[in-house]
């Protein structure tokens, strides 16, 4: 059993978060990353015990172009404020993992701008891929390159240079060294070339024990990347869509097909999917906006933080704040926030109670981390599940009907269960318990 497989991860984009900059004139140093040390105490207070952050080191503007994988952004600080924030983490019993941006760079990046300084005679020509100086581009540098998604200001890397290799791994190395962090979120990763990954693996199983790797993955058999060889985990984007739609649609059954579905891709061989599952993050509009009905909230976030896989919270996000794109931009889901503009929320601010409740339901219960999957209950309107370890079965239900709902679980292994969220006694009967649950609302029923 490593750390993440108790994860219950925090997610911070700190550019947004501190209010940095759009573009980056590389100046100035503001260490506004100290702005984010009052929120490693909120997130524990939540239940989080592990923290994504990045992307952080130097770049020119949203920090995915990156400039410099050793440096800390300046708008951000520097190396010590960064040393000092992952140490104050630590202290806190909160482990970090980095956005690691390997599989571009920024314009800015020293590999590339030696190419446009010595052209066809750069040493760095194949760090690159597809540099031809018969094309052309928007910059007009009298060459064309391969980008990441269709984006000339993110430079692709040719990932199969033992050079490129070589230089990604010992950045990794001393990331660790350097920062002591715990593992990184590889982004683009359904894009990183597999022996890359293969190659990335190695080094992480190296530099630290427990020290994970996930992908950002969108599409795709998660398998591929899940596995031995490549990566620990990947972003769960399909139970991220099933969340959301088998609310607003009132189905129940997407998201059990989805669980379903996520089982025979990675999990037939073992009882749990160590997934990183999420409602919301930077690149996608806060769950809190799109749900139609808002009171489904409560539902949603009872199954993201019970259904097998590692839950994440996205920053603001445990404050019901809302988030949309807006003509193709981001910025509206990566906003400036003040931590003490929320300093009532644990008491006058539902989702902010819940969120909290659902923090230390999960640590409290490692059923939730390791038990056995088994559907129980499934309609359009509610859905039930049991997780089971060791003989003891937790067993959550979920409603997401306009009106109250009651319905037998069964699979109950004990005489009584206790409701951890409101505290009803309900005494099981013949290996079931029969349940009433208010509209749009939820329960985590626990053995006694």
């Known amino acids: 059993m490593a750390w993440y497989d108790e994860a219950i991860f925090y997610h911070i984009y700190p550019l947004g978060l501190c209010g940095a900059p759009k573009q980056n004139t590389y ?3 503001e260490h506004r990353l100290k702005e984010c040390l009052p929120w490693v105490d909120h997130l524990v207070s939540l239940g989080c015990n592990a923290l994504y952050i990045g992307p952080l080191f130097e770049s020119v503007g949203h920090g995915y172009e990156t400039t410099d994988y050793k440096k800390l952004d300046c708008r951000l600080g520097t190396n010590e404020d960064l040393k000092d924030f992952v140490a104050y983490c630590h202290e806190k019993e909160i482990r970090v993992i980095f956005d690691g941006v390997f599989n571009h760079t920024g314009r800015d990046f020293f590999a590339f701008q030696d190419i446009l300084k010595n052209r066809e005679s750069s040493p760095y020509l194949d760090w690159y891929c597809n540099v ?3 094309g052309n ?3 007009n540098d009298g060459f064309s390159y391969d980008n990441w998604g269709g984006y000339n200001l993110l430079v692709k890397l040719n990932q199969r240079n033992p050079a490129v290799k070589d230089y990604i791994c010992d950045i990794i190395r001393f990331w660790v060294s350097e920062f002591d962090i715990d593992g990184i979120r590889l982004d683009a990763a359904d894009v990183l070339d597999f022996d890359f990954m293969k190659t990335l693996r190695q080094t992480a199983n190296e530099v630290k024990e427990d020290f994970w790797l996930m992908g950002e993955v969108i599409h795709g058999d998660y398998g591929r990347w899940v ?10 984007y399909q139970l991220h869509k099933a969340l959301f739609s088998g609310h607003n649609d009132y189905n129940y059954f997407e998201i059990a097909h ?6 025979e891709m990675i999990g037939n061989n073992t009882n749990n999917i160590n997934l990183y599952n999420f409602v919301d993050n930077h690149d996608v509009e806060r769950i809190y906006t799109k749900l139609k009905n808002k009171d489904h909230f409560y539902p949603v976030h009872v199954l993201l933080y019970t259904l097998p896989g590692i839950p994440s919270l996205y920053y603001g996000s445990e404050f019901g704040i809302e988030g949309k794109k807006e003509k193709g931009s981001d910025d509206s889901l990566r906003p400036h926030l003040a931590l003490h503009d929320f300093s009532d929320a644990y008491t006058d601010n539902p989702c902010t109670s819940l969120i909290t409740k659902l923090g230390k339901i999960r640590q409290e219960t490692k059923e939730l981390s390791y038990g056995e999957y088994q559907e129980r209950v499934l309609t359009n309107r509610q859905f039930a599940f049991s997780r089971t370890l ?10 997401n009907d306009d009106t109250e709902a009651s319905f037998t679980i069964t699979g109950a292994t004990s005489e009584t269960y206790k409701g951890a969220l409101f505290g009803e006694i309900i005494t ?12 749009c609302q939820g329960e985590i029923w626990i053995p006694q």
């Not at 596995?227 to 769960?236: I, K, P, R």
């Not at 989805?258 to 089982?263: A, E, G, Q, Y």
């Not at 060791?390 to 409603?399: D, F, I, K, T, Y």
């Open 132 to 134: 031809n100086f018969y």
């Open 27 to 29: 100046e100035t140093v």
């Open 258 to 263: 989805t669980i379903k579905h996520l089982f």
């Open 428 to 439: 099981s009967e013949n290996g079931s318990i029969h349940v009433s649950l208010p509209a």
């Open 390 to 399: 060791e003989g003891n079965a937790v067993l959550v239900s979920v409603n």
């Open 227 to 236: 596995n031995e060889g490549t990566l620990h985990s990947v972003t769960n």
């Open 137 to 139: 581009n928007e910059y």
